[in-house]
C-alpha cells in the first residue's frame, strides 16, 4: 500500500505518539519503522463540548501529537519528522463507553455491551512540518449474547482492565463479538487501511 511513497518515509523519523506496543506492531506491519513516545497531554477534553463525536477524538489525538511533535522538534530537524497520534473510543447512543474503573465497572460495561451494536471511533493526526492531517474512521461492533458466568471470566482475566469499552478485539474480547461492519484495524486502535491512503495522499502531493 505505501510503496508509492516508501523512499518518502524511509527518510522521516516516525514517531507514534503512544506506549501502545499493539500500535507500534500495527505501524511495524506496513514497513515503518516507527518509535514509541508516549505523548504528555493531558485528556481532560469534555466530549459532550464538541459537534459531533469525531470531532472529540480527532481534537485528544491532535493534542497528544502536537505535544510529542513540539517536544521532539527542538533536537530535530522538523523536515524528517513525522508523528503519528490516536485515539479511541467506544460509544453506544450518546454514552461514551471509557476504560473500565475496577472490575465492577468492567462487569457493568459488558452487560450493558452484550446483546448490542457499539460504535468505535478512531482519530488519527498525522503531524509533520507542513501542518497537520486529521482523520476519523468508525466500525459497528456487534455483541454477542454473553452471560454472567462469560462476563465475569473474561473480567478476571484482566484482559477488558486498559481498554476502552472494557474489551479488546484482539485475543479472547474477539470471541464476545458476533460482527463488525467496519473496518477490524479501527476497532484495534489504528485503521490500517485509511491510513495508507492519507500517507500516500498527504506525502505524493508534497
Not at 134 to 141: I, L, S
Not at 168 to 174: I, K, R, S, T, W
Amino acid at each position: 500500500m505505501l510503496a508509492p511513497i516508501q523512499h518518502l518515509l524511509s527518510k522521516k523519523r516516525i514517531i507514534l505518539a503512544s506506549g501502545s506496543p499493539r500500535r507500534q506492531e500495527l505501524v511495524k506491519s506496513l514497513g515503518l519503522n516507527a518509535e514509541l513516545c508516549p505523548s504528555y497531554f493531558e485528556e481532560t477534553l469534555n466530549p459532550y463540548g464538541f459537534e459531533n463525536f469525531s470531532k472529540f477524538i480527532e481534537a485528544t489525538a491532535l493534542g497528544k501529537a502536537e505535544e510529542v511533535y513540539n517536544r521532539l522538534k527542538i533536537g530535530d530537524n522538523q523536515e524528517d519528522l513525522l508523528v503519528i497520534a490516536a485515539d479511541t473510543m467506544v460509544t453506544m447512543g450518546s454514552e461514551i463507553y471509557g476504560k473500565p474503573k475496577d472490575k465492577t465497572d468492567a462487569v457493568r460495561m459488558l452487560t450493558n455491551l452484550s446483546g448490542n451494536c457499539n460504535r468505535v471511533f478512531t482519530g488519527v493526526v498525522l503531524k509533520h512540518s507542513k501542518g497537520v492531517h486529521k482523520f476519523t474512521e468508525t466500525a459497528d461492533v456487534y455483541f454477542g449474547n454473553l452471560s454472567k458466568e462469560q462476563i465475569n471470566a473474561y473480567v478476571e482475566s484482566g484482559d477488558p482492565m486498559d481498554k476502552a469499552g472494557a474489551y479488546g478485539v484482539q485475543g479472547a474480547g474477539g470471541a464476545l463479538i458476533s460482527r463488525i461492519d467496519g473496518d477490524y484495524y479501527c476497532v484495534m486502535g489504528l485503521p490500517l487501511h485509511r491510513l495508507c491512503c492519507e500517507l500516500t495522499n498527504l506525502f505524493k502531493t508534497n
